[in-house]
């Protein structure tokens, strides 16, 4: 069974509008073995949404509209679908009285224009609406399957997954999707490619797509199998393979963040982490505390950015940054020495750089950082020079001192 | 002039695939006075394409492809774009040179499949890829434009800019499209609404869009006139007018992040900070650090996740901490001063709080969080109760105190 999906909404045409719904739904439908061939955007104009939509009948099994169900004069899915079938709209004394009711439990009388969104049409099912006024409509015609959804997340998420799953369970695609996502670090997508197609060259199922991420590559999976179980054998078949090739370049199989793999090594091991960081500006331990729980591993760090918090907070020593500049090897290391110390941490970690724009010389250009680890082994420090403009540059020194910490805590 | 765009890749029928191009293809047609009336996504499949295509050359007079234009089999719009407009495909001899010549200077041999890349459908015209070997193609037919143009952004993006403005700019829309946007801070979205609504409603030109993001509100106003001078000028008429009433509460009308704005009046009062995190982990360092030229007025800051660490890095009194617990009023304000003193700053910011999952209870929730400002004229400290998961309850505590400091330092 193929679907199509119709985002609705003049706001989404802008150059603002990204429509994530679409995104989600696909998600939910590929795992009932649904494909979806089509995703449309069109504005809130009855004529074109008219047109869009007589495409979709001639086309697609299941259809699915989003948006455009709201109380106003701009809101025309329900019209325009309801015309099209040749189904008209009939209030529905039930929906009426829980818009209504949903309005008294608010404190607030309702607008005469909410009862547009107690009209259904003709033989059609209206879904629940747990989080706002506009309830679902399902309509099956020829062996078409119509289902109207309301445009905010909060509201249609929900609906989907315990009104319209179920329904499309029964009705829907005989196999099932699944995926598998691999992310690979330390290799160009060029040599990842190189490494990895002579694996899945082979396979027409699993399908293999090779994206670029920043700081990441990632080798995205999708198998087709008759059941869940036999779709994830069939990624695990050639998942294995790709793993053992990627060897330690590949830091996460199940969609893990690399904070997040991490925070798990560290866990694991039972060891603490300190930072101390200049051009990422706070970066690296921002990022190893989204992970829930890290007040277990994270001691915390200090955000060095001026010469004198360098010294104060972390204890690099005034003449050696007179010396050698606050962006050096040797500043590096007293970092991340100075943050383990102050901070009684198993590790620390100590980053220097210069993001740019500006601060770059022909001797320290911008995109130049160093990164210092320090355990009760000693320290290492790498130098590193990365392209691109300031964020770029952050994001990749972030990137490259999580996986330094990865390195030495796995092994 | 109308405008349709179909993004053309399977990988964007994923529930990962994003249409960034789309977005940034809407904005430059905006500009000319284009409005875009259909957003499609096709996947590589002869007959899909060949439908999507049809319908798009029926109703729009200016088409945009983007993808599909690669090496490979897969690739397919050349090919579907020829048929349907029965424009056979020709070997270009220039457009297979200048490919040669890349691959030369790549020190690379051309693959066979490569010279797919110089097919040209007849009477077309082609538009040179300074960033990749795929030309983009440019079609008149009965008045309709039809536009290929390569997937990859940094292809993509030049060759439109370079190639296809000038010529669009020539044949396009005789309006031009001005958009604004206000930022708005500490109201919610049905407040917003509800004082702006009375101003708005009189206008059709320019049209207005209230959009809730994380801790923000946006307004956008999009404007149509003859002229970008004209456009602009309807923008400011109710632009003027909304931005005094929300007041204090508008941060931004020209784009402008949040952190961005504090930033400006830090340097325009040569004012500096220093902070001192606890639950948001360097997330207000980070935001700040992502400023150009930040250190200008930002030294640095502690991120004091474990006790021991505000103790040492913020000089929070370890009887305090036993006293009081953590995350309260006292301590936010002993992290503030203290990090004020140490970094020698003219603001100190200091935020202690439950960011959640666990670390909840009765008496302090998840989602409690304490934020403290002390400049010259001393401390203030705030209390917030922020619903939702981790991750929201740490940015809209980032939020709230760069708003706490644009509040004190605009003052």
Known sequence: MDAE?????????????????SLYLTGKLNALGIEVRYRIIAGDDHDRLTDAFQNALRRSALIILTGGLGPTED???RNVVAEV??????????????IEKRFESLNRSMPPNNLRQSLLPEGAQWLENAHGTAPGIWIERDGVIVILLPGPPRELEPMFESHCMPLLERVGGKERIRTRVY???????????RVIAPLYTPYQNPATTILSKPGTIEVHLRARAASEEEAEALLGELGDKIELALGEHVFSAHGESLEEVVGMYLMM???????AESCTGGLVSERLTRVPGSSNFFLGGAVCYSNELKIRLAGVPAALIEREGAVSKTVAHALSE????????????????????????AEKPVGLVFIALTDARGTSVREFRFPGERQRVRYWASQMALEMIRRRVRD
């Open 75 to 77: 809101d025309i899915t």
């Open 338 to 361: 100075g943050i383990r110390t102050r901070a009684a941490s198993s590790i620390g970690v100590g980053l220097t750089g210069i993001a740019g724009p500006g601060g770059g010389s």
């Open 269 to 275: 091991k039972q060891l603490t982490l300190a930072v």
């Open 85 to 98: 079938l040749g189904r008209p709209l009939r209030e529905n004394p039930e929906i009426r009285s829980r």
């Open 183 to 193: 992310k690979i670090i330390g290799l160009p997508e060029s040599e990842v490619d």
């Open 5 to 21: 999906i119709i985002a609705v909404g003049s706001e989404l045409l802008t150059p603002f509008g990204t429509d994530t719904n």
